[in-house]
T-cell receptor, first 114, second 114 residues
Framework: DAGVTQSPTHLIKTRGQQVTLRCSPI?????VSWYQQVLGQGPQFIFQ???????GRGNFPDRFSARQFPNYSSELNVNALLLGDSALYLC?????????????FGPGTRLTVL | AQSVTQLDSQVPVFEEAPVELRCNYS??????LFWYVQYPNQGLQLLLK??????LVESINGFEAEFNKSQTSFHLRKPSVHISDTAEYFC????????????FGAGTTVTVRA
C-alpha cells in the first residue's frame, strides 16, 4: 500500500505570494494533520481534520488555512507568505482522530520563501 | 498546554555501545507519549508509544522507553547500537483531553560511529 503522499516536493515562492500544499492520506485513513518543521526544530502542529471537519488548530495566524475533501485528501493554504514561513511542511494521516492512533507521516513539502 | 524538552541535541556514540536519549514533558493532565525516528532522507516513523499499562515499552528493533510519571520523563534507551541507528529522534506528547495535537521536542541527532 502507498504511504502518505505530498506534493509538490519542493516549492520556491516570494514574500506576499500564496501557496497550496497537497496531501493524500493512506487508503482508509480519515484523519489528516499538518505540521510545520523549521530547520533545527521539531514539528509544530498546525491543523487536524477528521471527516472533513476541523478538529483542532495550533497557534498559527489566520494566513494558514486548510480543508479536507470527500476522498479525505487535504490542502494547506498559506497566504501573504513571510520569510519565516520557510520550512518543511509535513502531513500525517491516521485511521481515526483519536490520540492513541498512530500518525503516519509523509515525506514533506520543502517551502522556501525568498 | 503540553511541551516537550529533549535534553541533548547531539549524541555521538560508538557502535555496540549503549545510548540513552532524554525526554521530559510538561503537562497538567494525563498524556500519551511517543518516540518518532527520522532516518536520513526519510520521513518520520513511529518508534514506540506509551498509552497506558506497563511503564516500559519496547520497539521491534531493540529500543525501549520508560514512562516515569513522578519525573515527567520518557527516556529512550538501547543497550547496543548499530550504524543503522544513525538518525534524528523526536519525543512527542499529546494530552488525553486534547488528543488531536502532537507536541514534539526539538529532536536529538544520534550519530553511530564504527
Amino acid at each position: 500500500d502507498a504511504g502518505v503522499t505530498q506534493s509538490p516536493t519542493h516549492l520556491i515562492k516570494t514574500r506576499g505570494q500564496q501557496v497550496t500544499l497537497r496531501c493524500s492520506p493512506i487508503s482508509g485513513h480519515k484523519s489528516v494533520s499538518w505540521y510545520q518543521q523549521v530547520l533545527g526544530q521539531g514539528p509544530q502542529f498546525i491543523f487536524q481534520y477528521y471527516e472533513k471537519e476541523e478538529r483542532g488548530r495550533g497557534n498559527f495566524p489566520d494566513r494558514f488555512s486548510a480543508r479536507q475533501f470527500p476522498n479525505y485528501s487535504s490542502e494547506l493554504n498559506v497566504n501573504a507568505l513571510l520569510l519565516g514561513d520557510s520550512a518543511l511542511y509535513l502531513c500525517a494521516s491516521s485511521f481515526t482522530s483519536v490520540g492513541t492512533d498512530t500518525q503516519y507521516f509523509g515525506p514533506g513539502t520543502r517551502l522556501t520563501v525568498l | 498546554a503540553q511541551s516537550v524538552t529533549q535534553l541533548d541535541s547531539q549524541v555521538p556514540v560508538f557502535e555496540e555501545a549503549p545510548v540513552e536519549l532524554r525526554c521530559n514533558y510538561s503537562s497538567s493532565v494525563s498524556v500519551y507519549l511517543f518516540w518518532y525516528v527520522q532516518y536520513p532522507n526519510q520521513g518520520l516513523q513511529l518508534l514506540l508509544k506509551y498509552l497506558s499499562g506497563s511503564t516500559l515499552v519496547e520497539s521491534i528493533n531493540g529500543f525501549e522507553a520508560e514512562f516515569n510519571k513522578s519525573q515527567t520523563s520518557f527516556h529512550l534507551r538501547k543497550p547496543s547500537v548499530h550504524i543503522s541507528d544513525t538518525a534524528e529522534y523526536f519525543c512527542a506528547v499529546t494530552e488525553r483531553s486534547n488528543d488531536y495535537k502532537l507536541s514534539f521536542g526539538a529532536g536529538t541527532t544520534v550519530t553511530v560511529r564504527a
